[in-house]
């Protein structure tokens, strides 16, 4: 019988002869095809079938001096007169420029450099491509500029052009639909089909904004005025050298300024200290941690800032605060994306014009609503927040808290963001990378205590720091301004509101008496260029009006008294004012129109109409004091319980989160900004998805470093604050119960911390807790 298995036996390796045969018959086998191999490839005599590369290139080595010339040479200087004949030239640069001439041309085909024809490629191609519509800015080639080190080190050169012109800079409230004169002669032919002098004529507005923008890559021996002495020689067909920046690779160590010596010290703390508190929170818990270390800890200002639960009462009314305020933090990023850009980073600017007067359109650039909205939410978060822990009476206020608590909340913030900022400049670069450091940060090192002070938008408004931070003094500034109707108010609730509605009336018709007599425009008119900034960036006659806080006064008291109303009127509040549903969509229209009534009420300046000094000093303050009665309507309607499906969205809790970092997105879309757009190589197109794609990638970015740097800067700083807060903001009266209420008065619109300890009577409780529910309402419960 067979056995399908055999018996066991132990494991024997084999023998050595075993894996010589091996050995042996593999080494056969290999021999065998290198021998076939061998034989099969044809010999140096033989015509091969694969192609010859050095054939295929060969009419690149035949090419002549006079193509290469034209294929590689700038167009609009004759180099070699300058490294021949201009003794006004250095004689240093007139070396290297005669270096690169010869190693292209004065050798055979084959021994032609590399570096200096990747230098003269690095120019821009004058005209540029496209230049009939509008696109007069070539950037070059930036990086394989800086890339030549030997045997000459480059400089990478932005030269700005500026077009003829009647006069030098546009007269006060310039159109781009005002027609320029004095361009062609009188004798000049006009015909019906349009010439080329006529079709640049029709468009010549647009050259007291923008320059004919060029980039040269030359020798790092040649010096400013040999460059200078070089370009003057473009003047022979018009253009006229306005400006001229270079920059070169720096082969030295860095060393770090005071600044960024102060910037780099504080991100090693705080990683440390994050470190540490992640790691204390995960070994102690709930339990047992140090307070001080677990204000740093990551994982429990995540979980606080992502919270997303609604007051224990159920009660919620002004949660829609919070949705106004991300789509308002949304629309500044986009106003910002558009207002602060050259038109020079455009192609096709000839066609801006048409596209900034579409009236489709305007919703998308008058942004400038969108602060007023901040404005009116501080205004009456502020009366509300304080008549409630106050409870209306004198002796629980304290002004020193009041004034203190609110300065130590924001400057923490801006500090770190001002310190971070001076990182920026070595971290990136790019042909636009100084001109928008300059620009954010260029004279902080003089200016920047008028930022600790927040009298940025008063002194020196022109070389402001960080040119955003504008509304945080305005902001501080009428938080301080409120300090007299608060008084006023709580001695007596009556002459408080009169007192109120006085500011008002007054910052109204101060206002208007200023533009009145400035001869303002009426707003923002997005045609109208040099109504927002100047060629050097800084801020325009109307954009230094528009910084100071008596424009915003209005707005701010309007909602300062509807938060007065608020406080006098929970138990109402908190039953709901029901209304059906055509009266619901009567309001929402309402409010809708008035929205429309602002956006477009400038719509008659679009196309170049002269301003009306009367209407200008009307229209500004009337606005202003309509959008503040729009959003006065939007949160009634929300807090009534008749905001509809509008309503729900500007209160859904996922919008939590988002609403709690926006004064860090505040802060930080401005690194996004000037990274994104200085660090471009190519021009921004103009064309509304491009635009879409820009702004979107703008608030995305800036939210998530809006995130990094409320997680690490912004969460432990309010968290140290708050054991102060708790004896500085408690009422005496709740100081003799036993119910102990912290407030924690937060930045600039809504950030308040609402913790109860009940020890008291069951009607007490519900009292408070009416009171809290809207409260919860409103804060963003982080941090």
């Not at 009419?59 to 290469?68: A, H, Q, Y």
């Not at 639909?177 to 089909?193: A, I, M, Q, S």
């Not at 912290?742 to 930045?747: K, P, S, Y």
Request: glycine share 4%; with cysteine.
């Amino acid at each position: 019988m067979y056995q399908w298995y055999s018996e066991q036996k132990p494991f024997r390796w084999p023998s050595f002869s075993l894996f010589s045969s091996l050995f042996v018959i593999v080494g056969v086998v290999i021999l065998t095809n290198v021998v076939i191999s061998i034989k099969s490839t044809p010999s140096s005599t033989t015509t091969s079938s694969l192609p010859v590369i050095d054939g295929k290139w060969q009419p690149l080595l035949n090419l002549n001096d006079d193509t290469i010339r034209q294929l590689f040479m700038p167009r609009l200087l004759d180099l070699n007169q300058v490294a021949s004949k201009w003794n006004n030239v250095s004689e240093a640069c007139r070396h290297d420029i005669r270096h690169a001439l010869t190693d292209m041309f004065d050798v055979s085909p084959q021994n032609r450099k590399a570096w200096p024809f990747q230098m003269f490629d690095s120019w821009s191609k004058m005209p540029p491509s496209g230049m009939f519509r509008g696109t007069i800015t070539d950037y070059g080639d930036y990086d394989q500029c800086l890339s030549i080190i030997e045997p000459i080190r480059s400089q990478y050169c932005l030269v700005d052009f500026s077009m003829p012109m009647p006069k030098s800079q546009p007269p006060p409230n310039h159109n781009f639909f005002h027609k320029t004169l004095g361009l062609l002669p009188e004798t000049f032919p006009r015909r019906n089909e349009s010439t080329i002098y006529e079709h640049l004529e029709k468009y010549s507005s647009i050259f007291y904004y923008t320059y004919v923008e060029m980039a040269i890559c030359m020798p790092i021996v040649c010096n400013q005025d040999d460059l200078e002495t070089i370009l003057k020689d473009a003047e022979k067909i018009g253009l006229e050298l306005k400006k001229l920046s270079c920059e070169y690779r720096h082969t030295e160590r860095w060393r770090p300024n005071l600044p960024q010596f102060l910037a780099i010290l504080m991100l090693f703390i705080v990683s440390v200290l994050s470190t540490v508190a992640l790691v204390h929170d995960y070994i102690h818990g709930q339990k047992g941690r140090n307070e001080f270390i677990a204000c740093f800890s990551p994982a429990r200002n995540c979980r606080k800032l992502f919270m997303t639960q609604t007051s224990s009462s159920g009660n919620d009314e002004l949660s829609c605060v919070h949705g106004i305020r991300v789509l308002t933090i949304c629309w500044i990023i986009m106003g910002h994306t558009l207002d602060w850009n050259n038109l020079n980073v455009y192609r096709d600017t000839f066609l801006i014009k048409e596209s900034l007067s579409d009236l489709m359109k305007q919703p998308f650039f008058r942004t400038h609503f969108s602060v007023e909205t901040f404005f009116y939410i501080t205004g009456l978060l502020t009366s509300y927040i304080t008549l409630g822990y106050t409870k209306g009476k004198l002796e629980n206020f304290s002004s020193i808290a009041y004034l203190v608590l609110r300065y130590l909340r924001l400057t923490p913030q801006l500090v770190a963001f001002m310190l971070l900022t001076s990182l920026l400049p070595i971290m990136f670069d790019g042909p636009l990378w100084k001109m928008y450091n300059d620009r954010m940060i260029g004279q902080c090192h003089r200016t920047w205590w008028h930022n600790l002070i927040y009298m940025q938008n008063i002194i020196e408004n022109e070389n402001i720091c960080a040119i955003h931070t504008w509304f945080l003094a305005a902001d501080m500034q009428l938080h301080w301004l409120a300090l007299l109707p608060i008084i006023a108010m709580l001695k007596n609730a009556r002459i408080g509101l009169i007192f109120a509605k006085f500011l008002v009336l007054m910052f109204t018709l101060l206002s208007s008496l200023i533009i009145y007599i400035g001869q303002l425009p009426p707003g923002y008119v997005v045609t109208s260029k040099s109504d927002f900034l100047d060629e050097q960036g800084k801020p325009s006659e109307l954009v230094r009006f528009f910084h100071k806080p008596w424009n915003h006064c209005n707005v701010f008291f309007i909602g300062f008294i509807f938060g007065v109303y608020l406080h006098q009127n929970i138990s109402n509040i908190s039953c709901k004012l029901q209304m059906n549903k055509g009266k619901k969509v009567a309001f929402w229209l309402l409010a809708f129109c008035g929205y429309l009534s602002c956006v477009y009420s400038n719509s008659f300046y679009l196309f170049g109409r002269p301003y009306e000094p009367i209407w200008s000093a009307l229209i500004f303050p009337l606005n202003r004091i309509l959008w503040a009665l729009v959003l006065t309507l939007i949160i009634w309607l929300c807090i009534t319980g008749n905001g509809m499906w509008i309503g729900r969205l500007l209160s859904w809790s996922a919008i939590r989160p988002l609403s709690r970092m926006t004064f860090a997105v505040y802060l930080v879309h401005a690194w996004t900004f000037t990274v994104l757009i200085g660090t471009k190589r190519d021009l921004i197109d103009i064309r509304p998805t491009s635009i879409i794609f820009l702004f979107a990638s703008m608030v995305s970015i800036s939210y998530v470093l809006a995130f990094l740097f409320t997680i690490l800067f912004e969460s432990p700083f309010i968290h140290m604050m708050d054991h102060a807060k708790k004896s500085m903001l408690m009422p005496a009266s709740d100081q003799m119960k036993k119910t102990h209420t912290i407030v924690h008065l937060t930045e600039k619109n809504d950030n308040i911390h609402h913790h109860q300890y009940e020890n008291s009577q069951q009607q007490q409780q519900q009292q408070q807790q009416q009171h809290s529910s809207l409260l919860t309402s409103v804060e963003s419960t982080n941090i």
